[in-house]
């Protein structure tokens, strides 16, 4: 997975990036360390949002990966960018909720968007 440069400049951007990179790698164990107990994750979209806890798993098997963006400014972070498997092409964003403001606070709430690319929809 790819990541802008940027990304270490504040603690709460490289624990995104982070998290956003063990999701895409598929590693739940990493994930729910971040995320609260009662941590809800949506798939936006999808006609039955996901349980409490329940990690959305990403799109595809990824090959690779990059992360656009990554923004945060106090108990909220958004980050953007896509994973690529053979031709498959899939964008996606992640806009999070934490519990607290403290660099320490886990995930109160994921709402992921996924879209695959234009070709492919």
């Known amino acids: ?3 802008p440069t940027d990304c270490g400049n504040s603690p ?3 624990i995104v990036a982070d998290l956003v990179t063990a999701w895409a790698a598929r590693e739940d164990g990493t994930v729910r360390g971040w995320l609260r107990e009662d941590a809800t994750w949506v798939l936006v979209g999808a006609e039955d949002a996901e349980a409490p806890g329940d990690i959305v798993p990403p799109p595809l098997d990824a090959e690779r990966g990059e992360i656009l963006t990554v923004l945060n400014h106090g108990r909220l972070a958004a980050c953007d960018g896509y ?3 053979g031709t498959q092409r899939v964008d996606f964003c992640h806009v999070i909720r ?3 403001a403290s660099k ?3 995930i109160r709430e994921i709402r992921t968007y996924l879209m695959p690319a ?4």
Do not use: D, N, Q, Y
């Open 12 to 14: 709460r951007m490289a």
């Open 98 to 100: 934490f519990a607290g």
């Open 118 to 121: 234009a070709g492919e929809r």
């Open 1 to 3: 997975m790819s990541i």
């Open 104 to 106: 320490t606070a886990r």
């Open 83 to 85: 994973l690529v498997r």
